[in-house]
């Protein structure tokens, strides 16, 4: 779906390149999540498949496209759906379902046929009952699923989220995390979420970890979260129970590296504790 | 501070003002003024009072609503009455002495005054009645429509029409963010409420550098949003909801005419006019 051939990006009036000779393969219908603390050039990295921005040096192919082919920009974007950071700085309308039109608007779709994405794009995000409202009466979490509703109305096979709860409150995040695996999992579409949230990227099939421009690390989240001294160097963390497994482990429990959700950890906590209480 | 802030001054409602078609409604308050001028005798006056009390009462809004509007211009009628009292020439009525000189009012004054008094009370009920039955996103589509002929001389409507829209979804965010930065400035110690006018002038510094800093950065972003959702201006774009003119937009011609015509008769065709 995605891919980028030694890709390299520096801003015209500087020499420090923000990307440099990154190669990535993003399957069709997977969920990546691409990690990295602030300034690493994971949110540039975002407007490379995009065609935002361009790239300096290498190739960035979307859905096939190369991206800096001026005259297919919008079959680019259209493909690849763009989500924001900050859910007021995104939204064009004063209305909730005119913010939806939006871009099939742009696009030229026929009416008719808006009015048909405008309601299924709500209802997929669960944001129907407030067609008629105003965005600012809306909460964070609810601003980002009318986002991601505005974007989906393009019928995008691929979904970019460039740190798409950095701004949210808990619930606001667990909304939209619960949106977005969705339609992942229910309607194919290829996610790539940009975030430096260790517990989001862990609900990825697929976690890229970049530092300073380049790609350090690429795996599931188990063999990279269960790598925990690699990712602390980074300056990153861990999801909070792999660093509970790490812990415990250097007191000489038995539970496995690669623990990545409460489930999981529970369950081994229980063995454990279950060993224990019958020797 | 900001809270619940309205813009413009719509009111809600479902009368055949409030579903008018909006570049329609622009179009006959513009007319509706412009015959305001042209009546002279106090019949044609009575007429048009007449004509504006009937479209009050379909509209649905209160009197009072209406008579609120015209608070805000009270010393701007004054002022008018005054002024066309005072130095309008013609057959002394009597004149108030004063000192080496005496003012003198007329009779024409007195009339003139009078009728603009009357004239620029009626513009304000008129425009009144357009902003309080059409919402801000209406009037921004009747502008567009509007301007659309003017497309060929280059005036941008779409891009004007997108501009105002942009403009009223970010008043309550911008209004949003001014309360807190009036907050975070307050809470350093920054005075608002004291001194006199010029202080409270330099006070508001501090908060117009950050607002506007901020505006500037989140118009970047919203650029970028936008062009993401493949926008670029105008052109070939479609909309969800075409506005289109329907009956009720012709029957609302028609009797715009026939007032138009009864007015007419009592202005030109009467022969009963002041003395």
Known sequence: ???????????????????????????????????GHNGSGKST??????????????????????????????????????????????????????????????????????????????????????????????????????????????????????????????????????????????????????????DEAAEADRVVVIDDGKIVTDGTPREVFSEVEKIKSLGLDVPQVTELAYKLRALGVNIPRDTITADEAFDALISVLGGEARD | MFKDITIGQYIPGSSPLHKMYPALKIILTIAYIV?????????????????????????????????????????????????????????????????????????????????????????????????????????????????KPLRPLKVPSYEIAMMMTIAIRFIPTLAEETDKIIKAQTARGADFETGNILRRAKAMVPILVPLFVSAFRRADELATAMEARCYNGGGKRTRMKETRMKKLDAAAIAVFLLCCGVLAVLEYAVKIGLP
């Open chain 1, 1 to 35: 779906m995605i891919k980028t051939e030694n890709l390299v990006f520096a801003y015209e009036d500087s020499a420090d390149e923000v990307l440099s000779n990154i190669n990535l393969n993003i399957e069709k219908g997977s969920f990546t999540a691409v990690l």
């Open chain 1, 45 to 198: 990295l975002a407007k490379m498949f995009n065609a935002i921005l361009l790239p300096s040096g290498g190739k960035a192919y979307v859905n096939g496209i190369d991206t800096s082919d001026e005259k297919r920009v919008f079959d680019i974007r259209r493909s690849a759906g763009m989500v924001f950071q900050n859910p007021d700085n995104q939204m064009v309308a004063a209305v909730v379902e005119d913010e939806v039109a939006f871009a099939p608007e742009n696009l030229g779709v026929e009416p008719k046929e808006i009015r048909a994405r405008v309601d299924e794009c709500l209802k997929t995000v669960g944001m129907t009952k407030y067609a008629q409202s105003a965005p600012s009466k809306l909460s964070g979490g609810q601003k980002q699923r009318v986002a991601i509703a505005s974007v989906l109305a393009m019928n995008p096979e691929i979904l970019i989220l460039d740190e798409p709860t950095a701004m949210l409150d808990p619930m606001g995040r667990k909304e939209v995390m619960r949106t977005v695996k969705r339609l992942n999992k229910e309607q194919g579409i290829t996610v790539v979420l940009i975030t430096h949230y260790m």
């Open chain 2, 35 to 147: 015959v305001l001028f042209f009546l002279h005798k106090p019949l044609a006056y009575a007429a048009f009072f007449v004509f504006t009390a009937a479209l009050i009462l379909m509209s649905g809004i209160s009197v009072k609503i209406i008579l609120k509007g015209i608070r805000p211009m009270l010393w701007i009628l004054i002022f008018t009455a005054l002024i066309n009292l005072f130095m309008t020439q013609g057959e002394t009525v009597f004149s108030i002495p004063l000192w080496a000189f005496s003012i003198n009012i007329s009779r024409e004054g007195i009339v003139l005054a009078a009728t603009m008094t009357i004239r620029l009370l009626f513009l304000i009920v008129g425009a009144s009645l357009l902003t309080l039955t059409t919402s801000p996103l209406q009037l921004t589509d009747g502008i567009e429509k509007l301007l």
